[in-house]
């Protein structure tokens, strides 16, 4: 497609459980973003990814949260023992090296 | 470290007249600058940007932001406001030294805009 896509578009699950979320950038686009989005407020960067760098894990909140992305291709980002306070929207996004990013629908996250 | 600052929770306007929703900016190389939008329910969408150039950026649905590298500010405008520009408003800046890390965005907290009739 033309866009940045994620799946699921939501995710209900209980606390403890691990979850995957689903990102499929923009063909061509170098780089790779997460965020997470508490309701009502701002953007948390979370990782990113930029061709075969390391990537930039330094919003991580805890060793609970990991990603992965092959090559240039699609994300997954994994949280493992979800906690109450990890429901959040989830978004990725995409660009060209150092452009604007591109974002996704998001990943809306309860965890009950 | 950079860091951007939207200092209006919400900003109110009628529809017709013009709107500003504001933003200041600290980053320690040159500011590559951002606006995006996000309506209910909805993914951001990328509404324009400053890398360099003309101070005065347009983009997309009629706005338009000002650089000011003096005040470090660089405020979202629009000419006559529209009940349908009322959303969530995004200002966002990266560290435009290198492609490294430095690609990372930083965003403000957000402002929203409200626009009446």
């Known amino acids: 497609g033309a866009g940045v896509s994620q799946s699921p578009s939501n995710k209900v699950t209980e606390k403890g459980k691990d979850v995957e979320l689903r990102c499929d950038p923009i063909?061509?686009?170098?780089?790779l973003y997460w965020y997470r989005q508490r309701l009502g407020q701002g953007l948390e960067f979370l990782i990113y990814?930029?061709?075969?760098?390391?990537?930039?894990k330094s919003g991580l909140p805890s060793d609970r949260f990991s990603a992965e992305r092959t090559g240039e291709s699609v994300s997954t980002l994994t949280i493992q023992r979800t906690q109450q306070e990890d429901s959040a929207v989830y978004l990725c996004a995409s660009s060209f090296v150092w452009r604007e990013q591109f974002f996704g629908p998001g990943t809306r996250l309860t965890v009950l | 470290a950079q860091s951007v600052a939207q200092p209006e929770d919400q900003v109110n306007v009628a529809e017709g007249n013009p709107l500003t929703v504001k933003c200041t900016y600290s980053v320690s190389g040159n500011p590559y600058l951002f606006w995006y939008v996000q309506y209910p329910n909805r993914g951001l969408q990328f509404l324009l940007k400053?890398?360099?150039?003309?101070?005065l950026v347009k983009g997309s649905y009629g706005f338009e932001a000002e650089f000011n590298k003096s005040q470090t500010s660089f405020h979202l405008k629009k000419p006559s406001a529209l009940v349908s520009d009322s959303a969530l408003y995004f200002c966002?800046?990266?560290?435009?030294?290198?492609?490294?890390?430095?690609?990372?965005?930083?965003f403000g907290t957000g402002t929203r805009l409200q626009v009446t009739l």
């Open positions: 063909s061509g686009h170098t780089a």
């Open positions: 400053y890398i360099t150039g003309d101070n």
């Open positions: 990814f930029q061709g075969n760098s390391a990537p930039d």
């Open positions: 966002a800046v990266r560290d435009g030294r290198g492609t490294g890390t430095a690609s990372k965005l930083t």
